[in-house]
């Protein structure tokens, strides 16, 4: 495997392939979102079809952005916030926050 600055890597094959690290708070949510058989993913991946390294670097941007996408709709049920019940002085309580955030690891 061949290493092209931050970009696309070249396999064995001289294919070349570009891939990103998914978040661990991410790796179940991931594998939702993807719909994949297995139930979490630690890295998005995916060919480029080619083995021009002009022709990968041009490929490359979009699916790095669909990566972001598939990472975004990962993160979406994460960064929903409902109503929150407020006490008297105007300040959610504790039990009012459980479950909004994911859990650190």
Not at 24 to 52: C, F, I, N, P, Q
Not at 57 to 86: S, Y
Request: proline share 8%.
């Amino acid at each position: 495997m061949v290493r092209v600055g931050m970009g696309p890597i070249k396999n064995e094959h001289g294919v070349y392939h570009v891939r990103k690290k998914v978040p661990k708070a991410l790796e179940e949510a991931t594998a939702t979102v993807m719909g994949a058989s297995k139930t979490r993913v630690s890295w998005l991946k995916e060919t480029l079809g080619t083995k021009d390294e002009k022709q990968a670097k041009i490929r490359a941007k979009p699916v790095m952005m669909k990566f972001d996408g598939i990472l975004a709709k990962a993160e979406a049920p994460f960064l929903e916030v409902g109503p929150l019940v407020k006490r008297a002085g105007g300040v959610p309580s504790k039990s009012d926050l459980k479950g909004l955030l994911p859990p650190l690891c």
